[in-house]
């Protein structure tokens, strides 16, 4: 293998039959996801509010100049790390567990690549439910001009950047996961890029979803 296969691990499943065609990842459980997990924190949050989400002022951020003032579709699209620091302060204990036991994931501490994918396949399919369509929008338009802009459009995506869990170290690792097209996805893909952040990774789900 090239260092730069060695450095991305990816599972590519078909959605409309559920199997997997595509797999290279090393490890079983996936012990920290970043960012990823945010659409979940959102929909959780919306659990206890009505399913409203709110307009939050961003003054520092990953982006050292902050992202302004800003709603959910923003957020997911931008992946504002203020954000979803404010809807986490309005969770109980357990919302999120709870929120993603719903989706079939145990826990985000304890998912395996195919729980994380499945679960925003899950999510799609569940657009008609309260609270699901800001995050989808969100996802395309990260997709189009967000944090997975690279992706250039017609996909569903979210990026994250996390510490690295696994061998050999790195300062952290990039995610991206993808549901192309986007209006009706036939195809998802979960991507680690180790040692790079969510952008890049999505560059690379790119290359690899042509």
Same mark, same amino acid.
């Given at each position: ?5 060695l450095?991305?691990s990816?599972l590519?499943v078909?959605?409309t039959t559920g199997?997997v065609?595509?797999?290279q990842?090393p490890?079983?459980?996936i ?7 945010k659409?979940?924190i959102?929909l959780?949050?919306a659990q206890?509010?009505?399913?409203r989400?709110?307009?939050?002022? @961003?003054?520092?951020c ?9 709603e ?6 931008? $992946? @504002?790390?203020?954000?979803f620091?404010?809807?986490?302060r309005h969770?109980?204990s357990?919302?999120l567990?709870?929120?993603?036991r719903?989706?079939g994931?145990?826990?985000a $501490? ?5 729980q994380l994918l499945?679960?925003?396949?899950e999510?799609a399919?569940?657009?008609?439910e309260?609270g699901?369509?800001?995050?989808l ?5 990260s997709a189009q001009?967000g944090t ?7 996909a569903?995506a ?5 510490? @690295?869990?696994?061998l050999?170290k790195a ?7 993808v549901?192309?097209?986007?209006l009706q996805p036939r ?5 680690r890029?180790?040692?790079?952040p969510?952008s890049?990774?999505a ?6 979803l042509?």
């Open positions: 293998m090239t260092p730069l296969l450095a991305i990816f590519r078909d959605i199997t065609t595509g797999r990842w490890d079983e459980i012990a920290d996801a970043g960012s990823l997990w659409p979940f959102a959780a949050y206890r509010h009505e399913f989400y709110p307009q939050v002022t @961003c003054r520092r990953w982006l050292p100049r902050g992202h302004g003032r800003i959910i579709e923003a957020a997911i699209s931008n $992946s @504002c790390n203020t954000y620091d404010e809807l986490r969770l109980q357990g919302d567990d709870d929120t993603l719903r989706f994931v145990p826990g $501490s304890t998912a395996t690549p195919e499945r679960a925003f396949v999510l399919k569940r657009r008609q309260p699901v369509l800001p995050l929008e969100g996802m395309r338009l001009s997975a802009k690279e992706l250039k459009g017609h569903l979210k990026t994250g950047t996390a510490a @690295c869990t696994h050999p300062p952290g690792d990039g995610f991206v996961v549901l192309t097209p986007d195809t998802a893909l979960l991507l890029l180790h040692g790079r969510g890049l990774a560059k690379e789900a790119a290359r690899l042509k």
